[in-house]
């Protein structure tokens, strides 16, 4: 036993780390946010590739995926999802049929943010 400590187990740390997220929802945003402080869009962690924010989306009013045209719903039935229908080329070059190509309206902007109307 430590002499230096009344403890049964020394000396204790002076913060408790934080548990890591524990679905798989929290995880993305986990990583998203991490994307996010190094100024690259969400969407870069799910495309494997970066994809530059606009540089103005650090600005707490600065453009957002919400008001971008290339924001669009995509489904079919009764379900759509927001994907990004950005990057040119044939198909949807930034969506999966998954969650994680999702696009959130509050997302900060990346490069090639137009705004809705803007054609």
Known sequence: ???DTNSLFGELPATVPAAPPTTSGARRR???ATAVRHGAHPLTVA?????PLHPDAADADGPRCGSCRHRVRVGGGDRTWPKCSAG???GWPRATHG?????LASWPACTDY??????
């Open 114 to 119: 137009q705004p809705k109307g803007d054609r």
């Open 99 to 103: 969650a994680a190509t999702d696009v």
């Open 47 to 51: 495309l494997g590739y970066t994809i």
């Open 30 to 32: 986990a990583r998203n």
């Open 1 to 3: 036993m430590n002499d």
């Open 88 to 90: 040119g080329g044939q």
